[in-house]
């Protein structure tokens, strides 16, 4: 069992580049989520999803979008990179999306020049 | 606002017992998450509270004071391998994860 799993694991890429950075669970959670993380700050969430079909936005969804096509899969697209962009960036899932213990993945780092 | 306070850096020795505390301010509350996070890796779940009162866990335990908005993580028989970040994050009145900062646990021979 994987459990989580991101790609790429690092990745550097010229301002005004588009990328996506791809998330895959196999625990059949219902909901996902993205997170960045900042040296000196906690956790920020960009964006959710409840469940396969439906998203939302978290606290810091300028920038980015995501899709949930299915159950399994949680890919965060940034269409115009910034430099202020650059963070690591984590996955995470949970049963319920509510009192559940969230799990996380490998995370990305994303450098943007 | 909403505020999730922690201190920043703590150092303790092999074998002692450290008391790592979180101060939350939140639109309301439905629970507090520890984890952990080594260095380079995903956070890990350690424990949930959502009622007053100790939850023991092997070496670890957490406490929480609604009244106070104040919880503590507890560390006994410190290993090298528990040094790590240690965040503290609340679920508010939207069910939202709050996320405090973290506190960097620096564990000496």
């Known amino acids: 069992i994987a459990g989580i799993t991101q790609a790429p694991t690092s990745q550097i890429l010229a301002a005004g580049r588009r990328m996506t950075l791809r998330c895959t669970q196999d625990?059949?959670?219902?909901?996902m989520y993205w997170y960045r993380q900042d040296l000196g700050l906690g956790l920020r969430l960009i964006h959710y999803?409840?469940?396969?079909?439906?998203?939302g936005k978290g606290e810091v969804p300028d920038g980015y979008s995501v899709s949930r096509a299915n159950t399994d899969d949680f890919p965060l697209t940034l269409a115009s990179a910034v430099p202020s962009q650059t963070s690591v960036y984590f996955c995470?899932?949970?049963?319920?999306?509510?009192?559940?213990?969230?799990?996380f993945g490998p995370g990305t780092r994303l450098t943007v020049l | 606002g909403q505020n999730i306070d922690q201190p920043t850096e703590m150092t303790a020795t092999e074998g002692a017992i450290v008391q790592i505390n979180c101060t939350y301010q939140t639109s309301g509350f439905n629970g507090l998450f520890w984890y952990q996070q080594h260095a380079g890796e995903a956070p890990t779940f350690l424990s949930y509270n959502v009622l007053d009162g100790l939850e023991e866990k092997g070496r670890f335990s957490s406490f929480l004071s609604r009244s106070k908005g104040y919880s503590y993580l507890l560390l006994k028989e410190l290993q090298m391998k528990d040094s790590a970040s240690y965040l503290c994050a609340v679920l508010d009145s939207n069910y939202q994860l709050i996320w405090g900062a973290g506190t960097k646990l620096i564990i000496k021979p």
């Open positions: 999803s409840n469940t396969a079909g439906t998203t």
């Open positions: 995470a899932s949970s049963d319920s999306g509510l009192t559940d213990t969230q799990y």
């Open positions: 625990m059949r959670h219902n909901a």
